[in-house]
């Protein structure tokens, strides 16, 4: 059931103009499945029989954007605020000839072609809200209520037309909380060649949203079962069964997805979960003195090369990556009260004080994942009030913070630009960590002589 009481007026109102001029309108696709599940609705899109050019004629240029003429598409502006409405063409659609995009896109089409060509049952019904009815040819209700996720037709030719799909499955369940239909789930290992032609950004967006769901853990499950994950993470897949010591109830694999479900829901710092010991595997040492245990040295650091190379292939942007590669390399910090000033300092300059909230919420998720009753925050609770403390005493922690710059170091020197002034720099800043004090321009003009020799 569906009130029209949900939807906004102004969406309401771009279906009322287009049905007064004469065409039809009906809402479509992830709105009416959100509205029928109960979830709040983020885009409401619009299906019409009217084409591109006639929905600019009832909207008037001004109010009206064509934002993807060739597929039919016209972004409408209403109301006050604006709000944005996709209002799109019935479409139907030729054969897929790369596995990406339909070779054409046929308008005249009806509203059960459209609904026909869209992917998941659930996703393809639509709601008439003149009359409130809910047209529903292929059972997405049922679907719904049985909390399943299943292609619209046969699954085997749907994932091969569109080799996203299978991944846009896993998602919207794993979003949902659903399972997928188990026909529907069986054809994607057959279907992987056609997910393989599938540019790195389309997967890659489809991954985020995943991981920013309630439960991930149930979608990478979901993608090892079928081979997505092979195809998307296959590093992933060596933690499987990889034993670790008795600081852990979990092989790295289970591990790593606690991890991922029990840290807050954003993107670079879930992916950060996941993959945070994918060092593990190619470190790991059995212990002599401890039977059956193993040792994994410098397991974040070759962890951090292997997530910069994934964060490459999933065209992640360069602060992203930069992140991503942070997070893992840092994740093995120790504190301990013995922990000077100096040493504060000296670790909130290496993470770089901007990171330190996402560490440390990777850092007591990673313990409470290890499945052993520990305090999650018996590091991090301490250390952050150091770290308060420190900042209040508004101590030089950057390069940049330091009382003298580069042209100083160049001029005390009698020297022109190059890696020396960076060199004697840091050995400044290497200084004030652990003297706050000596951040004097004078004080510090005096140090650079001895800081550049050697
Ligand atoms: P979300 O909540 O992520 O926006 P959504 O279902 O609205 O979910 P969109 O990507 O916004 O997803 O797509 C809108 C609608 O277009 C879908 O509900 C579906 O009907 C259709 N659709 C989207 N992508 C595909 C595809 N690859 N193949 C077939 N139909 C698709
Ligand atoms: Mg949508």
């Keep these: 059931m569906i009130d029209s009481k949900q939807i906004p007026d102004d969406v309401l109102s771009v279906c009322r103009r287009l049905r007064q001029a004469g065409f039809e309108a009906y809402l479509v696709g992830g709105s009416v499945r959100d509205l029928l599940v109960?979830?709040?609705?983020?885009?409401?899109?619009?299906?019409?029989?009217?084409?591109?050019?006639?929905?600019?004629?009832?909207?008037?240029?001004?109010?009206?954007?064509?934002?993807?003429?060739?597929?039919?598409?016209?972004?409408?502006?209403?109301?006050?605020?604006?709000?944005?409405?996709?209002?799109?063409?019935?479409?139907?659609?030729?054969?897929?000839?790369?596995?990406?995009?339909?070779?054409?896109?046929?308008?005249?089409?009806?509203?059960a072609e459209d609904l026909s060509r869209r992917d998941f049952t659930m996703n393809a019904i639509a709601y008439e809200p003149k009359a409130g009815a809910i047209i529903d040819l292929h059972q997405g209700q049922q679907d719904i209520a049985r909390r399943l996720v299943r292609t619209?037709?046969?699954?085997?030719?749907?994932?091969?037309?569109?080799?996203?799909?299978p991944m846009r499955a896993v998602r919207q369940a794993t979003q949902l909380g659903f399972e997928v239909d188990a026909t529907t789930l069986a054809a994607i290992p057959a279907t992987l060649d056609a997910f393989r032609k599938v540019s790195a950004e389309r997967v890659r967006d489809e991954l985020l949203k995943l991981l920013l769901a309630p439960c991930p853990s149930h979608g990478i499950e979901l993608m090892r079962q079928t081979g997505l994950l092979g195809e998307v993470l296959p590093e992933l897949l060596a933690t499987l069964e990889c034993r670790q010591n008795r600081f852990h109830k979990h092989d790295v694999y289970q591990h790593s997805l606690a991890t991922l479900d029990a840290v807050p829901a954003e993107p670079i710092l879930r992916l950060a979960a996941l993959l945070h010991d994918l060092?593990?595997?190619?470190?790991?040492?059995?212990?002599?003195?401890?039977?059956?245990?193993?040792?994994?040295?410098?397991?974040?650091?070759?962890?951090?090369?292997?997530?910069?190379?994934?964060?490459?292939?999933?065209?992640?942007?360069?602060?992203?990556?930069?992140?991503?590669?942070?997070?893992?390399?840092?994740?093995?910090?120790?504190?301990?009260?013995?922990?000077?000033?100096?040493?504060?300092r000296r670790f909130v300059n290496r993470v770089q004080a901007e990171r330190i909230a996402s560490l440390f919420s990777l850092r007591e998720a990673d313990i409470a994942s290890r499945g052993r009753g520990e305090d999650p925050a018996c590091e991090t609770r301490e250390l952050r009030a150091r770290i308060a403390r420190v900042a209040a005493e508004d101590a030089a922690l950057r390069v940049k913070d330091l009382a003298v710059n580069g042209a100083d170091v160049m001029r005390v020197l009698g020297v022109g630009p190059g890696p020396q002034v960076g060199r004697v720099l840091n050995r400044l800043l290497e200084r004030v960590l652990d003297d706050p004090a000596l951040n004097q321009k004078d004080t510090l003009e005096r140090l650079i002589p001895e800081l550049a020799s050697g």
């Design 38 to 111: 109960g979830r709040s609705v983020g885009d409401f899109d619009v299906a019409t029989n009217a084409r591109p050019e006639e929905i600019l004629g009832v909207f008037g240029a001004r109010f009206s954007i064509p934002t993807g003429l060739q597929h039919g598409t016209v972004t409408v502006l209403v109301g006050e605020p604006p709000r944005q409405v996709e209002v799109t063409t019935f479409r139907g659609e030729g054969a897929y000839l790369d596995g990406r995009h339909p070779s054409v896109v046929t308008f005249g089409a009806t509203l």
């Design 152 to 165: 619209v037709g046969d699954p085997m030719a749907r994932f091969s037309e569109d080799g996203l799909r």
């Design 279 to 344: 060092g593990k595997p190619r470190t790991q040492t059995a212990q002599p003195e401890a039977p059956g245990e193993f040792a994994f040295f410098k397991h974040e650091y070759v962890g951090a090369e292997m997530v910069e190379a994934i964060a490459g292939r999933l065209r992640l942007s360069r602060a992203e990556t930069e992140l991503l590669v942070a997070l893992v390399a840092h994740h093995m910090f120790f504190y301990t009260p013995d922990w000077t000033d100096g040493t504060v």
